[in-house]
């Protein structure tokens, strides 16, 4: 049923999108948020070819977007941009992969365990498919807060909160200027890999580079931990490669002296086209009073997300790890 529910929705929005973007002569990617702000108001898109408006009304009549569950609208929307970034020439335009971001999720669940109010932010918040994950997936009380620098992905984070239910403050702002005191329980983040362009704002952080551009992501992680209070944790996603660079150590001293280094899962490499594209997840706790160092960090190369047994034994590891280092059940 619910496989069902998926398909329709996905061809709803498909179509809908197709037909605007070749009406409006837009790019896919902005028909697609068009659509989702009409689905928000219960609205089909206006289309002229009166072929093409029967099409898309017997579409319309085949969903009760009423009735879909969370993650059945995240998914059908996640398929739709994935399908318009394929499409797209910017290449800053991708998604975290689904299967990342529920086990993303998990983790997140391990260290937001207490019964009170949390403040959860991203800052390159994109389509927003990984910060709706997490909260589709936690029953806590959570202020979600995101940050964009691009229009089109900034609209359809938007589109995806709305659809989803999900109150999420977004701001469309480059998130290594100057941001407000966030205070953030937790920042989880799938770091933008590159250079920064701009050397005046980079001179305010210690792990700029000494000569030419600083890296984007180490200057992000920089940020993500000034916006983390103490105590609070960070799940960042970032290139295999950050430790083997020119700037490598000014960054690893940063993060000795700032946080507690608390593991580095590495994803499956099957995930990946090539080894440079290849991803790991950062995780750490921002110092503070009642921070302990841990005695052995989690380092780990996480098995094929399809090889459920492999998969299922990797996780009780970790679930004792959170258990013996933090006392996270």
């Not at 398909?7 to 837009?26: C, G, K, R, T, V």
């Amino acid at each position: 049923m619910k496989d069902k529910q998926l398909e329709d929705l996905y061809d709803f929005i498909d179509n809908s999108a197709h037909m605007l973007s070749e009406q409006e002569d837009i790019l896919y990617l902005d028909a697609l948020a068009e659509v989702g702000d009409r689905l928000f108001t219960s609205k089909m898109v206006e289309i002229h070819d009166s072929f093409q408006k029967k099409k898309l009304e017997k579409l319309y009549q085949s969903i009760t977007f009423e009735d879909y569950e969370q993650e059945i609208i995240r998914k059908a929307l996640q398929l739709a941009v994935l399908k318009g970034m394929k499409g797209a020439t910017q290449p800053h335009h991708s998604l975290t992969p689904d299967a990342v971001s529920l086990f993303i999720s998990y983790l997140v669940n391990k260290v937001l365990n207490q019964p009170k109010p949390y403040i959860l932010a991203d800052l390159a918040v994109g389509s927003g498919n990984l910060l709706t994950a997490i909260l589709n997936q936690s029953n806590k009380e959570i202020k979600a807060l995101g940050f964009e620098v691009d229009e089109t992905l900034l609209h359809l984070a938007y589109v995806n909160a709305n659809l989803q239910k999900h109150e999420v403050e977004l701001f469309h702002q480059d998130s290594i200027q100057k941001l407000p005191n966030l205070e953030a329980d937790l920042v989880v983040t799938d770091l933008p890999i590159g250079y920064y362009p701009n050397d005046v704002v980079a001179q305010d952080y210690e792990v700029k580079a000494l000569e030419g551009h600083s890296y984007i992501h180490h200057l992000m992680i920089e940020q993500a931990l000034k916006q983390t209070k103490s105590g609070g944790y960070l799940f960042l996603l970032i290139p295999n490669f950050l430790f083997q660079t020119d700037q490598s150590e000014t960054l690893h001293q940063f993060l000795k002296k700032e946080s507690v280094i608390l593991g580095l899962l590495q994803l499956p490499s099957s995930m990946f086209i090539n080894d440079n594209q290849a991803k790991s997840i950062l995780m750490l706790q921002k110092n503070g009073e009642g921070v302990k160092q841990i005695q052995q960090a989690l380092l780990a190369e996480l098995p094929s997300f399809s090889k459920k047994s492999a998969l299922a034994d990797m996780v009780n590891q970790i679930d004792r790890w959170f258990q013996s280092e933090l006392k996270l059940s």
